[in-house]
């Protein structure tokens, strides 16, 4: 991710093609360096794909567990750009050590005394609101001032904004002051060892969110955590809470307990068990004594030990890589956990989804179901629907020349029809305001259910918040009118159709379009059910006439296909209203894209197998490790940090004659590989 045309490309490119290799003692032979980087461009390219699908990832449904998957998203896109893809791709970056911890622990102070400088403020009045300083030699500045790690912060020089950087993007700065959350001030610094790097952080536990975010993600960039706490705060929550963290993916990290008063050593040894107790046992635990600062500067005496620490570990160019490489091998299968997680609840999701739609869908289903039941029982034939149609048929005359025989009933339609035109829209209207009134009903309870189902549900309630759902649309009662004209119209067209071509039923169709049209309704309506005492007897003996007349006119089989086809399309417009109002309903939904949460989970998690894969190749082809003692040789190896040379008076350090000083002793055999993950002396 450098700069396109930096300088510094030249560098990370040869990085990232093993170039560097040759300079250790006992580099692999050749085909195991080609070996090596293709391996390291696979665990790449899958890495690249896995970010691609989780950043495409949406847990937007409020469920038991998704707060923390949400999380564990973030955390793996963000420490995917932030650090994971920038170290793979230039693994002779430098260390990159980020100096942390809870408030007023004394970050900056520590490392204004480690570097004998003046470098960053330490905040007097909390919360701190600025920008954190990454301090490096001034020879390793191109792998900082580009956009390699980090890319989200923009880089401003201790003169101003570095030209070409952006807030947020790595191009141009923005007119005015940047933001110091999200900006990163580079400071060059002799006294730093070349291939090592200290950030000041925020505070992890501040009061402003904007900074426990920022120091989060630098911690999350880090190759190497130098936790800072206090004797008065070391068991705090919420600097542990990120501890477990870096137990979890196994980074490297080193505790310094600060501010320690004379004779407390028993806090040292409680953080101790502390750190034991979960899974840092093998963290290396630095004390510094509470005492008066000179020249804004802890007395060398107090950071001997983190220096020579921290000096030896910048003077070995293979302990630097055996840190970074384990945080990154770590970090690797974290992310693997944590994309596995994220799948899981992206399955989580689409069962919600479903869920949730079943029951809009079981709903308006429902209510479906009963506007068939009473458009086919007989229902629509009480009432005023049953009036206006036996003032339509009148007296018993046309039912008794239907009885007497088919060869009559032609005439009498025609005679009929043609004396009763005015009765036909009185009866339409009925059918019309009867069916509306079911269709109405049906839809309100369906919303009652749709509703009710979704606020006993966790993901559905919220999605309701300031929703109107629990009654029918506005609109609904016009959209059924329209729909039940549409029907009526949809009749008298089967009718007329029909009617086109039977020659001998032409002349009763030219004068009885619409009487028959109403005929087909009451048969589509027609059925004894649900009708008591004298309604039987009515309603059956007009729906039974009704048929007589469409038989006497089209024959039996057109009657039954007519039924057929003139319910059918009365319960596709029913159905098409059903299906608008249930959209409100979906539509919630489908604007979360929860729907493809299946399809999200499946690629997640096979993108996430193909990482651990890949991680299982580019692993089997690393070297045997070097000797984990042997310090790198080069011009910049004797180089300390202020009070690593400090040696103890000759009552404490027998070895040491009165007024000594000189390097600090090397580190003690095993200690490169009990900061690793080994034993702990």
């Known amino acids: 991710m450098t700069a396109s045309g930096d300088p510094g490309d030249d560098a990370v490119r040869a990085d990232a093609s093993g170039g560097d290799a040759e300079a250790r003692d006992g580099a692999a032979p050749d085909g195991s360096i080609a070996a090596g980087a293709a391996a390291t461009a696979g665990l790449v390219e899958s890495l690249e794909i896995l970010r691609g699908r989780l950043a495409a990832a949406r847990l937007p449904l409020d469920l038991p567990g998704s707060a923390a998957a949400r999380e564990d998203l973030d955390l793996a896109v963000h420490q995917l750009d932030d650090y994971l893809l920038p170290r793979l791709r230039s693994h002779a970056a430098p260390l990159l050590v980020v100096v942390g911890g809870s408030t007023g622990a004394g970050k900056s102070t520590l490392v204004n005394s480690l570097l004998g400088e003046h470098v960053s403020a330490p905040g007097v009045l909390r919360p701190t609101t600025r920008a954190p300083v990454l301090v490096h030699h001034p020879l390793d500045e191109r792998w900082f001032s580009t956009d390699r790690v980090l890319p989200g912060l923009a880089r401003v020089s201790e003169h101003g904004p570095r030209p070409g950087a952006d807030v947020t993007t790595g191009g141009t700065a923005p007119a005015g002051q940047p933001d110091p959350t999200r900006t990163l001030r580079l400071v060059a610094s002799d006294a730093l060892p070349q291939g090592l790097a200290l950030v000041d952080a925020p505070d992890v536990d501040s009061v402003e969110t904007a900074n426990r975010e920022l120091a989060a993600q ?32 196994r980074a490297q990290v080193a505790i310094v307990l600060d501010r320690v008063d004379p ?51 910048g003077a070995d160019g293979d302990a630097r890589d055996r840190v970074a490489t384990a945080t990154r091998d770590g970090v690797v299968d974290d992310l693997v956990r944590r994309a596995v997680l994220v799948a899981g609840a992206a399955d989580a999701q689409a069962t919600s989804d479903a869920r949730l739609r079943a029951v809009v869908g079981r709903a308006y289903d429902e209510a479906a179901a009963t506007v068939d039941a009473a458009t086919s029982d007989g229902a629509l034939l009480r009432g005023e629907v049953l009036a206006r149609w036996q003032d339509f048929v009148g007296t018993s005359e046309l039912f008794r020349s239907v009885e007497q025989g088919v060869g009559r009933v032609r005439d009498a339609v025609a005679a009929f029809f043609r004396g009763r035109p005015a009765q036909a829209p009185q009866v339409e209207q009925a059918i019309a305001h009867g069916l509306e009134a079911v269709v109405l009903d049906a839809t309100d309870a369906a919303a009652e259910r749709a509703y009710g189902g979704w606020r006993a549900d966790p993901a559905g309630t919220a999605l309701l918040d300031g929703l109107d759902l629990s009654r029918s649309s506005a609109g609904v009662r016009a959209r ?21 071509g ?22 589509v309506f027609a059925s004894t059910g649900g009708l008591t005492g004298a309604e039987v007897g009515i309603a059956g003996g007009t729906a039974i006439l009704a048929q007589k007349l469409l038989e006497a006119v089209f024959g039996d089989d057109a009657v039954r296909r007519l039924t057929r086809t003139a319910r059918e399309r009365l319960a596709e417009r029913v159905r098409a209203v059903l299906d608008d109002e249930a959209r409100r309903y979906t539509a919630q939904l489908d604007a979360l894209g929860t729907a493809d949460a299946d399809e999200t989970a499946r690629s997640v998690r096979e993108a996430a197998r193909a990482v651990e894969a890949a991680a299982r190749v580019e692993r089997s082809t690393r070297g045997a490790a070097p000797d984990a003692g042997r310090a790198a040789v080069g011009r910049h190896a004797a180089r300390l940090l202020r009070g690593a040379g400090w040696r103890a008076a000759p009552e404490d350090d027998p070895v040491a004659a009165p007024g000594e000083e000189g390097p600090a002793p090397a580190p003690r055999p095993g200690f490169w590989r009990r900061l690793l993950g080994g034993e702990r002396a």
């Not at 919420?238 to 137990?247: E, K």
């Open 218 to 249: 630098l911690l999350a960039a880090a190759d190497l955590w130098l936790f800072v706490t206090t004797a008065a705060r070391y068991a705090d929550a919420v600097p542990w809470d990120l501890l477990h963290r870096a137990a979890e993916r």
């Open 263 to 313: 004779g407390a050593e028993a806090v040292a040894d409680d953080l101790r068990r502390m750190m034991d107790e979960n899974g840092l046992d093998a963290a290396p635990l630095f004390a510094v004594g509470e005492s008066e600062l000179v020249d804004g500067f802890l007395p060398e005496p107090s950071v001997a030990e983190v220096a020579s620490w921290l000096s030896a570990l």
């Open 480 to 500: 059924v009118a329209e729909e039940i004209r549409g029907w009526q119209s949809d009749v008298l067209d089967l009718v007329r159709e029909q009617g086109a």
């Open 502 to 523: 039977k020659r001998g039923a032409a002349r009763a169709l030219s004068f009885g379009i619409n009487g028959l049209g109403l005929s087909l309704m009451v048969v």
